[in-house]
């Protein structure tokens, strides 16, 4: 299938290291149907962490990207190692994309390098997009990681699903607003507004 420039969107998974960019392009992958079942870090059975030394670290070590179809975008998701040894690496990446799902682990919150990448997109007036992953870990701090991500960025929740325990751990969704239409367009429905 043939695309257009306006049919394809460029989006970087990035964040610090251990705050699950891989496994949610995973699983992403696996909801969009372009593969058949969830990689896993420890079987070294994840598509973006494919080189041997990457198997055995358990971590990534370059960008690697990954493709879907969803309607008539094509989708390509870039995974970006998160350690501040390859932070070039994935700045680079940057550079050809036209949003940025910065990724924050519930277990660990904001750190510099998230507060780093975060301020390169937004230098770069780049559609931003805060994912905050592991919300069933169980060193979880969902409402404290949300008050960091809204005190350092100046975010405000739009809307999403968070876990609410006090109905046994299910989740719970909230919508505030309406996405402008480029953040509609960033993600084939699902981005933020400009920080």
Do not use: W
């Not at 879907?68 to 989708?75: L, M, Q």
């Not at 660990?108 to 559609?127: H, I, K, N, P, Y």
Request: charged share 25%.
């Amino acid at each position: 299938m043939g695309y257009t420039t306006q049919g394809i969107r460029n989006v970087a998974l990035v964040g610090a290291a251990g705050g699950g960019k891989t496994l949610l392009l995973e699983a992403l992958l696996l909801q969009a149907g372009a593969t058949r079942a969830k990689g896993n870090l420890q079987r070294g059975t994840t598509v973006s962490d494919f080189d041997p030394q990457e198997k055995r670290l358990q971590h990534s070590l370059d960008a690697a990207i990954c493709s879907f179809d969803h309607d008539s975008t094509h989708i390509n998701l870039i995974d970006t190692p998160g350690y501040p040894d390859f932070l070039g690496r994935t700045l680079s990446v940057l550079e050809a994309v036209d949003a940025v799902a910065i990724v924050v682990s519930a277990a660990s919150g904001v750190d510099t390098m998230t507060q780093r990448l975060m301020d390169f997109a937004r230098e770069r007036q780049l559609c931003r997009l805060v994912i905050i992953n592991k919300i069933d870990s169980r060193d979880a701090t969902c409402a404290e990681v949300l008050r960091q991500v809204r005190e350092t960025f100046g975010f405000f929740r739009r809307g999403g699903a968070y876990p609410d325990h006090r109905s046994g751990g299910r989740a719970r969704r909230e919508a505030h607003g309406r996405l402008s239409r480029a953040g509609r367009g960033a993600l084939a429905g699902a981005a933020s507004r400009p920080f």
